[in-house]
Nanobody
Framework: QVQLVESGGGLVQAGGSLRLSCAAS????????MGWFRQGPGKERDFVAA????????VYADFVKGRFVISVDRAKSTVYLQMNTLKPEDTAVYYC???????????????WGQGTQVTVSS
């Protein structure tokens, strides 16, 4: 089993920045990729970004390209999501996920964190 714990969410004004963290523990050697997804009020869970454990390859959703950056610190078994130029429509619960492939859909991620709330005020 892999345990994932997110942190770093909060309330920020539009145009501001936040950095989310996701610490992995347990059978981390089972992980090939880590991803971030988000779910806004009344919306489906959407892919945001993913990275392989080596940090060499990344995938981003079009709506965050140029604003969000995903990175990994293998020594700390932690993945980060640096979110810049935040917009009110970025308001959502952000979930960290881990799985065996670098993909942009939730069904292939085996492990999920509990989520962290990000609220962007206008």
């Amino acid at each position: 089993q892999v345990q994932l714990v997110e942190s770093g969410g909060g309330l920020v004004q539009a145009g501001g920045s936040l950095r989310l963290s996701c610490a992995a523990s347990g059978r981390t050697f089972d992980i090939y990729a880590m991803g971030w997804f988000r779910q806004g009020p009344g919306k489906e869970r959407d892919f945001v970004a993913a990275i392989n454990w080596s940090g060499e390859d990344t995938v981003y959703a079009d709506f965050v390209k140029g604003r969000f950056v995903i990175s990994v610190d293998r020594a700390k078994s932690t993945v980060y999501l640096q979110m810049n130029t935040l917009k009110p429509e970025d308001t959502a619960v952000y979930y960290c996920a881990a799985g065996p492939a670098l993909v942009n859909y939730a069904s292939l991620f085996n492990y999920w964190g509990q989520g962290t709330q990000v609220t962007v005020s206008s």
